[in-house]
């Protein structure tokens, strides 16, 4: 048995009783009626307890499911499809060979990294680069719609000069390519205006050049592309990380092979410090004290554009691997892959992106930082973003609802402990804020921080990249 | 008997085919099946064309709902409910007392003008000025969600500067003031910090402090306050125009009183020229041949804040009403009322508050203009937004299913016919385009437009109007 706490109040009750059932119970004619005359006895230890009184119905049933699957009630596995944009094997000489004789787009880098989102299947049910209805649903709404509300925060697009536009204009099929070569037939583009302006004042809330990402978008062409994508080669890179590439089908056949019945992802474009590591071992615990038996986390480092002062990516997974080496992370329930997105630096508009792509995994608990994807602001001292907005507009926003979301709790070292602990204001003055300037600081100048902060293996990759940049 | 042909490809169909019927088919083991040995006999005159290749679920659904219900045979009578915030009778004087001794906030007159649209139930379910939650659902979704998603794409927000803040904070009630009068008590209030910044890029899609709203929300104080209102007074401002100010639920009594058996909406803030009355009787007329009896067009002039050049509301209602006594419009199918609401000029975002706020009057259909709720860019030579983007983005919108938005035709000036006329390309030199600052123009001068423009007397009050400012 399950006990549920309902927390509400009798007006709210009664304020949505259609029936009138509380009027008949006032009246006498219901005996031993909850609240009126029989007293209400609340459970002393509920295994679940409901807002109803503040939170939307969506969220009361999102609780309650959350509970029941949690002790494997029902099951948690899920079941968002992944819709992968390669051509049929069968089919593939034939669209090579028409690829060929078609009209040619070139794809930059970034275009490129998108690419290889939308055709392994991250932005399920995107078919190829967004038509301008979808830019725009994009842009208002946070979501797409086809057959039912998926998020998507970010808008996934094409650019192209112009002089491109004008030449491709009426061609029913055209052959994307990169550094020469074919890797998709998108059929009937639509070409459409690159409103730069709106795009980025309504993708990042603020208005500047000045902001990295933005500053791409104002470099690109003034038209964009959208269309389905026949996608011909699946894209490597040939940097020696493509092993840790992993497409969302092959994540879940390693899952599968690996008897996970639980998946949590944590995102992350820097180091992980103990801090991080404590959080995702402490995530693990809960879920087995869940009932989970095998819960395995999919540490899912960004490995598309990162700004300039950014560990960059080969940096970043051999400290990952490092940290794994020192067994700070448990490697038998842990797995390593690269997400090939390009950051944003969007804050609560692209918090979305990083969860709605790991739908496709089938995870089912994300954890979310605090500020995530968030920077400072490019033209003002203070940071871009609320750094509680990321946390709670993901847990509002629509087609997220496959996912539990937990919340990043702070940790910093603790003195007394020798180790990075949950911070307790209760014990303000045993802890040690280290902050990412002072991490960068320390590391570019080959000292040495508090024991306990850092795997020392991985510690010491990090002094060799800071060693390198001199 | 309702023809209606589904027009969509074998091949999307084959694709969907999920049981396999159309590989059954082929191989010959079901026989007799459309498309593969048996042709294909598209009706002649459907009377619903659904593009299931091209169209989402939702509006495939929603096309074959909308012949059901323009051919009576399912009601399209629309129950959004309407939740009104005045406090109920019997309590109001114990409220008023309560309030008298509550620390008081003073509202501006933009604040009291989302006051009266709060108060009446325009922006069902809001039952307050937005907490910092609805805020964010709001900006980045459009929507706000209690029990299931509702459009809110304007934030109706309470500002405050931080002195009164801080005077404010922790206070379990207030009571909202207008011009020194007590109007409302907000229980529990939340204070949130107002990032002006963040809300005019995501609300107006562009960041510039030379639009005439935007401009309004920078001089607003630096704080904002959420809360559920309890509402003393009904809003009147003394202008002799308060008899058009009617709620939600007086325009359904109306309607009902008329034996409306479908109501369409015309929102505008400008003179009403034979072009826009055109378009009205027309839709009028269609209607009537769908089988309404009593269709009646709810003509619904924006009433609140509009910029400095745009015509006041005094005076397009002197218009509004000349048009109706020289019966362009018919009167016995008009209700003119005045929609409090103030005007955002945020295109494709403030069309979707336009149409959602008059969901609560019944009304189940919307005509939606060429470039709804635009102006020119502040700092640029171009309209801030894409003409067409308005229609699409509201077309596309959630919570907006129950209305029928009718497309705007583009009316001209027919020199052949004398009148203002449906604009036909084939045909291009027989129209003139008089544009708004051509009209104004030469109602400043005193001139005249071709006859059939518009209503004389209506034209004369124009006239009247720009000949007060000299």
Same mark, same amino acid.
């Given at each position: 048995?399950?006990?549920?706490?309902?927390? *509400?109040?009798?007006?709210?009750?009664?304020?949505?009783?259609?029936? =009138?059932?509380?009027?008949?119970?006032? +009246?006498?004619?219901?005996?031993?009626? *909850?609240?009126?005359?029989?007293?209400?006895?609340?459970?002393?230890?509920?295994?679940?307890?409901?807002?109803?009184?503040? $939170?939307?119905?969506?969220?009361?049933?999102?609780?309650?499911?959350?509970?029941?699957?949690?002790?494997?009630?029902?099951?948690?596995?899920?079941?968002?499809? /992944?819709?992968?944009?390669?051509?049929?094997?069968?089919?593939?000489?034939?669209?090579?060979?028409?690829?060929?004789?078609?009209?040619?787009?070139?794809?930059?880098?970034?275009?490129?990294?998108?690419? @290889?989102?939308?055709?392994?299947? !991250?932005?399920?049910?995107?078919?190829?680069?967004?038509?301008?209805?979808?830019?725009?649903?994009?842009?208002?709404?946070?979501?797409?719609? $086809?057959?039912? *509300?998926?998020?998507?925060?970010?808008?996934? *697009?094409?650019?192209?000069?112009?002089?491109?536009?004008?030449?491709?204009?009426?061609?029913? +099929?055209?052959?994307?390519?990169?550094? =020469?070569?074919?890797?998709?037939?998108?059929?009937?583009?639509?070409?459409?205006?690159?409103?730069?302006?709106?795009?980025?004042?309504?993708?990042?809330? /603020?208005?500047?050049?000045?902001?990295?990402?933005?500053?791409?978008?104002? %470099?690109?062409?003034?038209?964009?592309?959208?269309?389905?994508?026949?996608?011909?080669?699946?894209?490597?890179?040939?940097?020696?990380?493509?092993?840790?590439?992993?497409?969302?089908?092959?994540?879940?056949?390693?899952?599968?092979?690996?008897?996970?019945? +639980?998946?949590?992802?944590?995102?992350?474009?820097?180091? /992980?410090?103990?801090?991080?590591?404590?959080?995702?071992?402490?995530?693990?615990?809960?879920?087995?004290?869940?009932?989970?038996?095998?819960?395995?986390?999919?540490?899912?480092?960004?490995?598309?554009?990162?700004?300039?002062?950014?560990?960059?990516?080969? !940096?970043?997974?051999?400290?990952?691997?490092? /940290?794994?080496?020192?067994?700070?992370?448990?490697?038998?329930?842990?797995?390593?892959?690269? !997400?090939?997105?390009?950051?944003?630096? +969007?804050?609560?508009?692209?918090?979305? !992106?990083?969860?709605?792509?790991?739908?496709?995994?089938?995870?089912?608990?994300?954890?979310?930082?605090?500020?995530?994807?968030?920077?400072?602001?490019?033209?003002?001292?203070?940071?871009?973003?609320?750094?509680?907005?990321?946390?709670?507009?993901?847990?509002?926003?629509? =087609?997220?609802? @496959?996912? %539990?979301?937990?919340?990043?709790?702070?940790?910093?070292?603790?003195?007394?402990?020798?180790?990075?602990?949950?911070?307790?204001?209760?014990?303000?003055?045993?802890?040690?804020?280290?902050?990412?300037?002072?991490?960068?600081?320390?590391?570019?100048?080959?000292?040495?921080?508090?024991?306990?902060?850092?795997?020392?293996?991985?510690?010491?990759?990090? @002094?060799?990249?800071?060693?390198?940049?001199?």
């Amino acid at each position: 048995m399950i006990e549920c706490y309902i927390n *509400t109040s009798l007006e709210i009750c009664e304020d949505r009783d259609t029936k =009138g059932l509380y009027k008949k119970a006032r +009246a006498g004619s219901i005996k031993g009626f *909850t609240g009126i005359d029989s007293p209400y006895q609340p459970p002393l230890n509920p295994e679940c307890i409901v807002e109803s009184g503040t $939170d939307s119905i969506a969220t009361c049933v999102a609780k309650v499911v959350k509970v029941l699957e949690g002790k494997n009630i029902i099951p948690a596995v899920i079941s968002v499809p /992944v819709i992968e944009l390669f051509v049929k094997p069968d089919e593939k000489a034939a669209k090579i060979a028409e690829a060929a004789g078609l009209p040619k787009l070139e794809m930059s880098k970034l275009s490129m990294q998108w690419f @290889q989102i939308l055709s392994e299947g !991250w932005a399920t049910p995107l078919k190829g680069f967004m038509r301008e209805d979808e830019f725009l649903q994009s842009l208002h709404f946070n979501c797409v719609f $086809d057959h039912g *509300t998926h998020n998507q925060s970010i808008p996934i *697009t094409l650019d192209l000069t112009t002089e491109q536009k004008d030449k491709l204009s009426g061609s029913k +099929a055209i052959c994307l390519t990169y550094l =020469g070569k074919d890797y998709a037939i998108m059929r009937n583009p639509e070409f459409y205006i690159h409103r730069k302006e709106e795009r980025c004042a309504r993708t990042w809330g /603020v208005y500047t050049k000045n902001h990295p990402h933005i500053q791409m978008i104002y %470099e690109q062409g003034d038209w964009l592309a959208g269309g389905e994508l026949e996608v011909l080669h699946r894209v490597e890179w040939g940097d020696g990380l493509d092993k840790y590439r992993k497409t969302p089908l092959e994540l879940r056949a390693k899952f599968e092979e690996m008897g996970a019945d +639980a998946v949590f992802v944590f995102q992350l474009r820097n180091p /992980v410090h103990n801090g991080h590591a404590l959080l995702m071992t402490d995530t693990a615990k809960k879920l087995k004290e869940r009932g989970y038996k095998k819960p395995v986390l999919l540490l899912h480092p960004l490995g598309g554009w990162t700004k300039a002062d950014d560990v960059p990516l080969e !940096w970043r997974m051999k400290q990952h691997d490092a /940290v794994l080496d020192e067994k700070v992370l448990d490697p038998e329930a842990t797995v390593v892959a690269i !997400w090939p997105s390009p950051m944003s630096y +969007a804050g609560p508009t692209e918090v979305q !992106w990083h969860a709605k792509a790991r739908l496709v995994t089938g995870a089912q608990f994300y954890i979310v930082g605090r500020d995530p994807a968030g920077m400072g602001h490019p033209d003002k001292k203070e940071d871009l973003y609320d750094h509680s907005h990321g946390r709670r507009v993901l847990s509002m926003a629509p =087609g997220m609802n @496959q996912f %539990e979301i937990i919340p990043f709790k702070v940790a910093a070292y603790n003195k007394t402990k020798g180790a990075m602990d949950f911070y307790d204001p209760a014990n303000h003055d045993n802890f040690e804020f280290i902050s990412g300037t002072r991490m960068r600081k320390t590391a570019r100048e080959g000292g040495a921080l508090p024991e306990g902060f850092m795997a020392p293996k991985a510690w010491k990759v990090l @002094q060799a990249y800071y060693a390198s940049l001199q």
